[in-house]
C-alpha cells in the first residue's frame, strides 16, 4: 500500500516567522510532487511542484526534494496568518496514480 | 485566470438515487480527474481520463460510479444508486500535461458537497 505520510499537526508559528512542514512518502519511484494549501470548506489550490532533487524557490514558499530519503517539505517563509490553512502532500507514483497525504493544520499565530 | 467549475455546489439526494456531477476543466486541459474528500479526511482519487477514456481508477471507483465527457467542455461523474458513504465532497481537476517524469499540476474546481439521505 503506497503512502503519504505528514503530521497532521496544529502546527503554530508565529507570525513573520518559517513554517517548515515536512512530508514522506513509500514509493521509491515516485517522480512528481506537489504542495496544496486547503483552507476549510474550500478546494485544494496548487502552490509548489517540484520533480528533481533539491530546493525550488517561489516568493515565500521553497520546496526541497530528497528522493534517497522519500522526504519532502515546504518551507514558508515570514509567515503571515492568510497561510493558516491544511497543507497537502501529493505523490504521483509509477503506476501514475496521485496520493494525498492527510495534510497538516498549520496555524499562523498573530 | 482560467479556472475548474463545478455544478452544482451542493447537492442533496436520497439513498439509492442517482446523481450527475458537472464539471468544466479549463479549457486547453486535456486531462481530467475525479477526487473526493469524505468530511475531516484527505482526498481520494477516483478516476482520470484521456483522451475520451477512463486511464486510471481507484479501488473506490466501482460499478456505480461512470465519467463521462459528453460534449467538448463539460466531464461528468454519475453515481448509479447512492450510498450513505457517498457523501463526501467531490471535486474535479484537469492538467494540461501527463507525464510521471515531468509536468502535471492539477487545477481543482471548487467542488461538490455531495449528501446522501
Known amino acids: 500500500q503506497k503512502e503519504v505520510e505528514q503530521n497532521s499537526g496544529p502546527l503554530s508559528v508565529p507570525e513573520g516567522a518559517i513554517a517548515s512542514l515536512n512530508c514522506t512518502y513509500s514509493?521509491?519511484?515516485?517522480?512528481?510532487f506537489f504542495w496544496y494549501r486547503q483552507y476549510s470548506g474550500k478546494s485544494p489550490e496548487l502552490i509548489m511542484s517540484i520533480y528533481s532533487n533539491g530546493d525550488k524557490e517561489d516568493g515565500r514558499f521553497t520546496a526541497q526534494l530528497n528522493k534517497a530519503s522519500q522526504y519532502v517539505s515546504l518551507l514558508i517563509r515570514d509567515s503571515q496568518p492568510s497561510d493558516s490553512a491544511t497543507y497537502l502532500c501529493?505523490?504521483?507514483?509509477?503506476?501514475?496514480?496521485?496520493?494525498f497525504g492527510k495534510g497538516t493544520r498549520l496555524h499562523i499565530l498573530p | 485566470e482560467p479556472e475548474v467549475t463545478q455544478t452544482p455546489s451542493h447537492q442533496v439526494t436520497q439513498m439509492g438515487q442517482e446523481v450527475i456531477l458537472r464539471c468544466v476543466p479549463i479549457s486547453n486541459h486535456l486531462y481530467f480527474y475525479w477526487y473526493r474528500q469524505i468530511l475531516g479526511q484527505k482526498v481520494e482519487f477516483l478516476v482520470s481520463?484521456?483522451?475520451?477514456?477512463?486511464?486510471?481508477k481507484s479501488e473506490i471507483f466501482d460499478d456505480q460510479f461512470s465519467v463521462e465527457r459528453p460534449d467538448g467542455s463539460n466531464f461528468t461523474l454519475k453515481i448509479r444508486s447512492t450510498k450513505l458513504e457517498d457523501s463526501a465532497m467531490y471535486f474535479c481537476?484537469?492538467?494540461?500535461?501527463?507525464?510521471?517524469?515531468?509536468?502535471?499540476?492539477?487545477?481543482f474546481g471548487p467542488g461538490t458537497r455531495l449528501t446522501v439521505l
Open positions: 514509493d521509491r519511484g515516485s517522480q512528481s
Open positions: 481520463f484521456y483522451n475520451n477514456e477512463i486511464s486510471e
Open positions: 501529493a505523490v504521483i507514483g509509477r503506476d501514475d496514480k496521485i496520493i
Open positions: 481537476a484537469s492538467s494540461a500535461f501527463w507525464d510521471s517524469s515531468s509536468y502535471n499540476e492539477q487545477f
